[in-house]
């Protein structure tokens, strides 16, 4: 078992910062098409957050000409490139899943403080 997690230990990244549910994140993604690489940008609300060591994963959703899409993120995987956080929401629920029903005003997430 310890080597194992030794490698669960070599395997997991340090720099992503502390968000939760509800918060609205971009996502800085590698795409690879042929032999070229970029990267591209995926901005919005995180709905879910599955902690573990090395297969964390978070869910993020967003609005794009009027559907809804979510993808889900492992935490650790190379291809991301960075995580940023654009702001904190304020949300009762670690799991914010009945967003998906709600639409235009009533989607909003009111911004947490941070003191």
Known sequence: MEIIDTLNQEMMRMDMPDFLAGDTVKVHVKITEGEKERIQVFQGVVISKKNGKANASFTVRKVSYGVGVEKVFMLHSPIIDKIELVSRGKV????????????????????????
Do not use: P, Q, T
């Open 92 to 115: 009762r629920r670690s799991k914010i899943y009945y967003l998906r029903k709600l639409r235009g005003k009533a989607a909003r997430i009111k911004e947490r403080r941070v003191s």
